[in-house]
């Protein structure tokens, strides 16, 4: 019986600890930089998420090689880049077939357009 009633606290205390948002989460430890440039922010986000596909040549139908900073300030200029990784078109949301990048990243992307798509 004690260990029923043990185990049935440990539980209770367990649901409680998890529905109260520790500081920690409440943070945003991923703040937009003030300034976004290609070496500094954009390059790792593109290497982790599109490479796969947009390297050189490029493979599983993607179109465009995605490996410089010259191909990726180019997708953004000319293909689309920023409303594809929003999925708002035209064509396939990217990451294709994968889910959408965190907000987090996408702000980053959108805000080096901003910024005017500095290199360094
Ligand atoms: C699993 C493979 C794959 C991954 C990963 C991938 N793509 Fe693609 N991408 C494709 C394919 C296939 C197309 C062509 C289909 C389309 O345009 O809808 C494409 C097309 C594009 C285009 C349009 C090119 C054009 O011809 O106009 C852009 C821009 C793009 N991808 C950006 C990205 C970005 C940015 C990422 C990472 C966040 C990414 N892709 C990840 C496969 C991929």
Same mark, same amino acid.
């Given at each position: 019986?004690?260990n029923?009633?043990?185990t049935a606290c440990?539980?209770l205390?367990?649901?409680?600890?998890c529905?109260n948002?520790?500081?920690?989460d409440l943070?945003?430890n991923n703040?937009?930089p !003030?300034?976004v $440039?290609y070496?500094?922010?954009v390059?790792?986000i593109?290497? &982790? %998420?599109? =490479? *796969?596909c947009?390297?050189s040549?490029?493979?599983?139908g993607?179109s465009? !090689?995605l490996? $410089?900073?010259?191909?990726v300030?180019?997708?953004v200029q000319? &293909? %689309?880049l =920023? *409303?594809?990784i929003?999925?708002?078109?035209?064509?396939?949301?990217?990451?294709f077939?994968?889910p959408k990048?965190?907000?987090n990243?996408?702000?980053?992307?959108e805000?080096?357009?901003?910024?005017?798509?500095?290199?360094?």
């Amino acid at each position: 019986m004690k260990n029923i009633v043990t185990t049935a606290c440990l539980l209770l205390i367990t649901l409680y600890s998890c529905t109260n948002a520790s500081l920690d989460d409440l943070t945003d430890n991923n703040p937009i930089p !003030s300034t976004v $440039t290609y070496n500094a922010h954009v390059k790792s986000i593109i290497d &982790n %998420n599109c =490479i *796969s596909c947009h390297k050189s040549p490029p493979a599983n139908g993607a179109s465009i !090689s995605l490996l $410089t900073y010259t191909d990726v300030k180019s997708a953004v200029q000319n &293909n %689309n880049l =920023i *409303s594809k990784i929003n999925g708002n078109g035209p064509g396939a949301q990217m990451p294709f077939g994968g889910p959408k990048l965190p907000q987090n990243l996408i702000d980053i992307i959108e805000k080096w357009e901003v910024d005017g798509l500095l290199e360094n």
